[in-house]
């Protein structure tokens, strides 16, 4: 899969990676900055999506649709495609022009707007990665949670770098018996559940 990584995705990887270690470092505040996963991260997401079973993709959370990328790779594997949300206009922005430098528009469905408000009509979710504002975390899972596959997986970044604000949906989902789930110590924390 990874051998599939064009050389127009590489650059555009590279762009953002850059972009993304400048913000974090020159004070640009928190919602202006992208935010990304590590490129480890986007791998590990990566592997996993492409061994879900039949079902959606969903990615909530885009921002200039770096890993959106990651999963493209994934998407084109399985003949799939995203559905990738993001409610910033200006990230919007920055994520239209990532699919079309990175030749990928083709394996993703980029919603603009609030994915709490379009999660309620999907169903067959197969994969979700979940990395938005933490504070919404909770209430994506429970709109989601119900309608995942068996043996689909919800994925949520940031388990341990900000596990204490995303704590009672960790909480919820390693208590919950219809998953099994776990923290995966990579990148910034991944919860993994796996439906049963």
Same mark, same amino acid.
């Given at each position: 899969?990874f051998?599939?990584?064009?050389?127009?995705?590489?650059?555009?990887?590279?762009?953002?990676?850059?972009?993304?270690?400048?913000?974090?470092q020159?004070?640009?505040?928190?919602?202006?900055?992208?935010?990304?996963i590590?490129?480890?991260?986007?791998?590990?997401?990566?592997?996993?999506?492409?061994?879900?079973?039949?079902?959606?993709?969903?990615?909530?959370g885009?921002?200039?649709g770096y890993?959106?990328m990651?999963?493209?790779?994934?998407?084109? =594997?399985?003949? /799939?495609? &995203?559905?990738a949300?993001e409610?910033?206009? %200006? +990230?919007? #922005?920055?994520?239209?022009?990532?699919?079309?430098?990175?030749?990928?528009?083709?394996?993703?469905?980029?919603v603009?707007?609030?994915?709490?408000?379009?999660? =309620?009509d999907? /169903?067959? &979710?197969?994969?979700?990665?979940?990395?938005? %504002? +933490?504070? #919404?975390?909770?209430?994506?899972?429970?709109?989601?949670?119900?309608?995942?596959?068996?043996?689909?997986?919800?994925?949520?970044?940031?388990?341990?770098?900000?596990?204490?604000?995303?704590?009672?949906?960790?909480?919820?989902?390693?208590?919950?018996?219809?998953?099994?789930?776990?923290?995966?110590?990579?990148?910034?924390?991944?919860?993994?559940?796996?439906?049963?």
């Amino acid at each position: 899969m990874f051998h599939t990584i064009t050389a127009q995705m590489q650059a555009r990887m590279k762009f953002l990676e850059d972009i993304d270690a400048t913000d974090r470092q020159d004070g640009t505040e928190r919602l202006k900055r992208l935010r990304q996963i590590p490129p480890v991260t986007g791998k590990f997401i990566a592997l996993q999506a492409v061994n879900c079973p039949k079902g959606k993709m969903v990615e909530i959370g885009t921002s200039a649709g770096y890993s959106t990328m990651w999963l493209s790779l994934a998407a084109k =594997e399985r003949g /799939d495609v &995203i559905t990738a949300f993001e409610i910033l206009p %200006e +990230k919007v #922005v920055l994520a239209k022009e990532t699919f079309r430098v990175a030749e990928i528009e083709q394996y993703v469905n980029l919603v603009e707007g609030d994915a709490v408000e379009f999660l =309620e009509d999907m /169903d067959e &979710i197969a994969f979700c990665f979940l990395d938005a %504002e +933490k504070e #919404v975390y909770e209430e994506c899972y429970e709109l989601i949670k119900d309608k995942i596959v068996p043996g689909g997986l919800i994925v949520a970044d940031n388990a341990i770098n900000h596990y204490d604000t995303i704590k009672p949906m960790i909480d919820k989902a390693l208590a919950n018996t219809d998953f099994d789930s776990l923290v995966v110590p990579i990148g910034k924390g991944e919860l993994v559940c796996r439906r049963i």
